[in-house]
């Protein structure tokens, strides 16, 4: 059985807005994840309220929401072994003032909501939130050339 597994990543409207887009799509492939679909969305309420709903009694949870629509946002389906615990990694912790050097959010900001993307944070919410964004036609059953090189034999 395939150890791949998909995660659906989200360039948030800071990312586009600063000129930041095609430097953090890099560094996700500069890991070794795979672009399964790539596609720029405007976001809307309704679909945000879902999205967001674990934090719907919060108090900044209206503020979260209009920042995500301020801005088209790049939605990513990443592929890899562990793929949602390598991007969350990658990704780093949700306060970009704590994150550590290195992640994205370590990397690229100082804000707990401006927090530069979006990642799944299990495969069961990986695989709705997929659903969530991308139509199946929209995923693409690729492999790279250098596949070979990204894993030994027995790690996919
Ligand atoms: P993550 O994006 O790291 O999975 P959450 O799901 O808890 O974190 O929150 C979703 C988004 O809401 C965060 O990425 C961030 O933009 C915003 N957010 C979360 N907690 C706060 C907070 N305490 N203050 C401001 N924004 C927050």
């Excluded at 809307?44 to 309220?49: F, G, P, Q, R, V």
């Excluded at 495969?123 to 596949?147: G, S, Y």
Aim: aromatic share 8%; net charge neutral.
């Amino acid at each position: 059985m395939s150890k791949l597994q998909k995660t659906l990543v989200l360039l948030k409207p800071c990312t586009l807005q600063r000129g930041l887009a095609g430097e953090i799509i890099s560094l996700f492939e500069k890991k070794g994840l795979i672009i399964k679909g790539m596609k720029m969305m405007q976001l809307t309420d309704e679909l945000l309220s879902e999205h967001y709903a674990h934090l719907s009694e919060k108090p900044f949870f209206g503020r979260v929401k209009a920042a995500m629509m301020t801005a088209p946002v790049v939605a990513l389906c990443l592929e890899g072994v562990d793929a949602v615990d390598a991007v969350r990694a990658l990704t780093g912790p949700t306060n970009g003032r704590l994150a550590p050097a290195g992640t994205i959010r370590g990397n690229y900001c100082v804000s707990f909501q401006e927090n530069i993307v979006h990642a799944s944070d299990s495969p069961e919410t990986a695989a709705i939130e997929l659903a969530r964004f991308f139509k199946p036609e929209e995923i693409f059953e690729w492999r790279p050339a250098i596949f070979n090189w990204l894993y030994a034999c027995d790690e996919f």
